[in-house]
């Protein structure tokens, strides 16, 4: 039985020809795009959870300092904010990230006993804490990964907390927190008197006005009374808080660099096969085959190690995204779950990236001259 | 012998070609390199009729290949026009398209893809001319097999003898049902028993299919058994 030629089976066999450069180009490639799904995906999936929360939480509006070199603003505006017919509570809290033990980072967050956010929690053993005293609660995944029940003691930038209860949240970013009262964490944050932001309940939609169009009368309202401050819709402050904001500045910084550097191995690869293969070009151009055919053959080529390295850099992305989301240092904040568009937006840019890498090989092969290249050694 | 793939097939020579009247005529050929420094051709002009099997000759460097080259749309001249059926090529006649359906090429070296098989070699040349995946197959499997290597066909070229290596190189030529054969010295690489059965079948395939035929060669044996016989000395025709 004769095997038949199809065009992209010939450019496999092109491939396949230097199996070691091909694989090593692949390696490349599937990092670029492992970097860009676990990195991506972790910054998404973050951002996400900080909306899952808020919305679980019933924010609609955040206010923040407004001037770029304070991330803190005055407690003392609570009652301004208060104050506002439309906004039914003002939680004024803190945020922080904070190493609990050498190996476990979590969320902390400094909010009042009697802040609504807390409604929005179960508690599943022990009860709230009180305003004033070193005590703390704990997420169900932080105390299981610390191994910590109520009445344990958890040491906290220098000062012992007393655990008096284990919650459930709705989201990651709740179940491997803590939280603590405010002016505890005022104290141990330093920010006597300061907050990082203050999360406002509106009262219910009026009559004749969408839920969009409410958030940002309310929210111009605010801004106009506090000069300083910023209020934010609470789907926006999601996306731009500052943890969120560096979260997609490290994963779209180092998942560039990756993609970069299996770009230029694509590129490195397609090169090297071209100038070797000038008289294998020279042969087609002689059968032929239009400059047209080989920047096809080529670009099948290249576009075949991005769809390889793209399948192979999600299966390790996700892989990576799934270890994280299990180790104690970064379960609190990462999350497993990616997006079918995530994926098939890495997909894409794999594919992108192969065809961005040959497209000069494949330029440059098709302007061989047939006997320029039949004739080289 | 009988011939599955004849010049009447689907994918033969576009046009009327009645032996007798010029399918490729030369005029004033001039091929410089080198910034004018080398002249290969210094003003050539031949016209060759459709059918006629005719040898090109001379010594090494004297514009054989060149001319060859330049007949066969490998290349461009500096001067003069090259034309197939009345129409110039490169202005009227596309060289790629010329080079895919009109003409097909052997060369001294062979030049077969050494990561593909004897059959996948002669379908390479049907790939640029969308046949259907089938049909290429079929077609490569009956010139093989008229090639006198059904038993090679699934060989790479490192597997195959010479000779074989030529006669699955004279299959890809005839791939695309091309008008014209052009041989560069096909018979440079063989011994004496090769060069004869290569000699041999590219007789056939003139005779069967009223192809052209241009065959460059050095071997005096050769160039005196075509009927016409051009030689070439320093970039001009002698006789």
Redesign the interface.
């Given at each position: 039985m004769?095997?038949?030629?199809?065009?992209t089976g010939?450019a496999w066999?092109?491939l396949?020809?230097r199996r070691l450069r091909t694989l090593l180009t692949l390696v490349g490639i599937t990092m670029g795009i492992g970097a860009f799904v676990a990195l991506v995906g972790f910054s998404r999936a973050f951002e996400h959870e900080w909306l899952r929360m808020y919305t679980s939480s019933g924010i609609d509006i955040a206010v923040v300092q407004s001037n770029l070199l304070s991330s803190s603003i005055d407690e003392s505006l609570s009652a301004k904010i208060s104050a506002v017919p439309d906004v039914a509570e003002v939680a004024p809290m803190i945020f922080n990230l904070i190493d609990l033990t050498p190996e476990v980072n979590a969320l902390v967050y400094g909010w009042r006993a009697n802040s609504y956010e807390l409604d929005s929690l179960t508690i599943l053993s022990g009860r709230r804490f009180h305003d004033g005293a070193p005590e703390i609660l704990l997420g169900d995944l932080l105390a299981s990964s610390l191994g910590k029940k109520p009445g344990d003691i958890v040491p906290i930038l220098g000062t012992n907390f007393t655990v008096t209860g284990i919650y459930h949240g709705g989201t990651a970013l709740e179940a491997g927190a803590v939280i603590m009262p405010l002016d505890q964490m005022q104290i141990v944050a330093g920010m006597e008197g300061k907050v990082t932001a203050f999360h406002v309940k509106l009262r219910p939609l009026p009559a004749g006005e969408t839920q969009d169009e409410y958030v940002k009368r309310v929210s111009a309202a605010l801004e106009s009374m506090l000069p300083n401050a910023r209020a934010v819709p609470a789907a926006e402050r999601a996306a731009n808080n500052q943890l969120v904001g560096l979260a997609h500045s490290v994963a779209w910084g180092t998942s560039a660099i990756a993609l970069l550097i299996g770009i230029l191995g694509i590129a490195n690869t397609m090169a090297m096969s071209v100038f070797e293969r000038t008289?294998?070009i020279g042969?087609?151009?002689?059968?032929?085959?239009?400059?047209r055919?080989v920047i096809l053959l080529v670009l099948t080529e290249a576009t075949a190690l991005g769809f390889a390295g793209g399948l192979l850099g999600i299966g390790v992305g996700w892989g990576a995204l799934r270890l994280l989301s299990t180790l104690p240092q970064t379960a609190s904040i990462v999350s497993a779950s990616v997006s079918p568009l995530h994926l098939l937006e890495s997909l894409l840019i794999a594919i992108a990236s192969g065809l961005l890498a040959g497209a000069y090989p494949a330029w440059r092969g098709a302007r061989l001259?047939?006997?320029e290249a039949?004739r080289y050694e | 012998m009988s011939s599955p793939i004849g010049a009447g097939s689907p994918i033969s020579a576009r046009g009327p070609i009645s032996a007798g009247s010029p399918i490729l005529e030369a005029r004033g050929l001039v091929k410089s390199y080198d910034e004018g420094r080398v002249e290969a051709l210094r003003g050539v002009d031949v016209r060759i009729d459709a059918g006629e099997y005719v040898a090109i000759s001379g010594p090494s460097g004297s514009g054989k290949s060149t001319l060859l080259h330049l007949l066969g749309g490998l290349d461009t001249a500096s001067e003069g026009q090259v034309f197939y059926k009345g129409s110039e090529l490169g202005k009227a006649v596309d060289l790629d398209s010329y080079r895919s359906r009109q003409v097909g090429f052997i060369f001294q070296a062979f030049y077969l893809l050494p990561t593909l098989r004897a059959v996948e070699n002669v379908q390479v040349a049907m790939l640029a001319v969308h046949e259907k995946a089938n049909h290429r197959a079929e077609r490569a499997v009956a010139l093989l097999e008229e090639m006198g290597l059904e038993a090679r066909m699934n060989h790479f070229p490192n597997q195959l003898s010479a000779g074989e290596r030529q006669r699955v190189a004279i299959a890809r030529a005839l791939a695309n049902g091309p008008a014209i054969l052009l041989a560069d010295e096909p018979t440079g690489n063989l011994d004496s028993v090769n060069s004869a059965h290569i000699m041999e079948i590219l007789r056939g395939i003139r005779e069967q299919r009223g192809m052209t035929m241009i065959v460059v060669t050095h071997e005096n044996e050769i160039a005196h058994a075509a009927p016409r016989h051009i030689r070439i000395r320093d970039g001009k025709i002698e006789s």
């Open positions: 004769a095997s038949q030629l199809s065009f010939f066999r092109n396949w020809r008289r294998e042969i087609l151009r002689a059968l032929g085959w239009k400059g055919h001259s047939p006997v039949l | -």
